[in-house]
């Protein structure tokens, strides 16, 4: 059975703003889903507390132990789920909307998903557990706490401080990891890597102008055909799947940010027309833009 929407559970020890599912707390939780999970609008932040669990992550095998952080991102998929019968771990529920809500798309690149998709797990020091831990009591205090006219607010600054400091945490060891550019040439494996950043450069610096990869795979001198495949080795995603992302956070910015009107949208970011992208737009959330800036600016 493969699993693509899932609603977090509710009870004493599962904390809400208000009783939306954008973004949700769990201070306990030791069931593991069955069957295969692939969530398209979720992501997930996990931290073993008590004993273990294994499970299958985008062809990688994880193990989480106590004091283990792992980040499911959407569009992943997991499986074969196995725990330890005193298995535990807090976590923390987002979707796509709520990390706009937080401010965390301005904050963190696609280099940083590419990065963090390579890496989905980091072991916690001792002042690592400390930190987290202090957050982590801080944010569901104020969680149960609605009386602040600011509310709200107050959550979603909590919650995006501590993913960036959990980011801090899972990306320290990058520099160690990162081998000079001298050796392109010889090793293999750099070069991949390098061009796949270079893509993920590229792609960043279209901001939704730029959909197509043939294009992509032309400003880097290569075929489309093996830009995809050395995105699928390094990163298990296609090439028009990263463009897709970022098209759509160049999208969503300008509806949430701006008082553009659909046709300055689509002018902007190379739309042939506002009945063009409106469909694209839809395809992608199943709401048109004026429902989508409806629904966020109300």
């Known amino acids: 059975m493969e699993i693509k929407t899932l609603i977090p559970r509710g009870g004493d020890d599962t904390l809400r703003i208000g009783d939306s599912d954008d973004l949700v707390v769990m201070e306990n939780f030791g069931a593991l889903p069955k069957g295969k999970l692939r969530l398209n609008n979720q992501g997930l932040i996990v931290i073993c507390t008590e004993g273990m669990a294994q499970f299958d992550y985008d062809g990688q095998q994880i193990r989480l132990r106590k004091n283990d952080l792992f980040l499911y991102m959407a569009h992943s998929v997991a499986s074969n789920f196995m725990s330890s019968p005193d298995f535990n771990c807090r976590q ?28 989905p797990t980091v072991h916690l020091t001792p002042d690592d557990v400390t930190l987290l831990d202090g957050y982590f009591q801080l944010l569901c205090r104020r969680m149960r706490d609605r009386s602040p006219q ?20 899972m990306r320290r ?22 061009l796949t950043d270079r893509f993920i450069h590229l792609v960043e610096q279209s901001d939704g102008r730029i959909r197509k990869v043939d294009d992509f795979a032309r400003q ?40 553009m009107t659909m046709q300055e949208i689509a002018y902007d970011l190379q739309f042939p027309n506002a009945s063009f992208f409106g469909k694209y ?18």
């Not at 909590?158 to 959990?166: A, D, R, Y």
């Not at 839809?282 to 048109?288: F, P, R, Y």
Request: contains cysteine.
């Open 150 to 169: 600011l509310y709200p607010d107050i959550v979603r600054s909590l919650v995006s401080t501590m993913m960036l400091e959990m980011l801090c945490m």
């Open 92 to 119: 923390i529920w987002f979707t796509r909307s709520e990390l706009w809500s937080i401010d965390m798309h301005g904050k963190v690149s696609l280099a940083d998903l590419t990065y963090l998709k390579q890496h």
């Open 281 to 298: 737009f839809k395809e992608h959330t199943g709401m048109t833009p004026l429902e989508y800036r409806k629904k966020f600016q109300e």
């Open 220 to 259: 880097l001198n290569v075929t489309p055909k093996y830009l995809s495949t050395i995105l699928k080795e390094t990163i298990n995603r296609r090439p028009s799947m990263m463009i897709e992302h970022f098209t759509m956070e160049a999208i969503e910015r300008r509806l949430r940010y701006t008082d």
């Open 173 to 194: 060891d990058e520099q160690q990891e990162a081998v000079s550019k001298d050796t392109e040439n010889t090793n293999p494996s750099v070069h991949k890597r390098l």
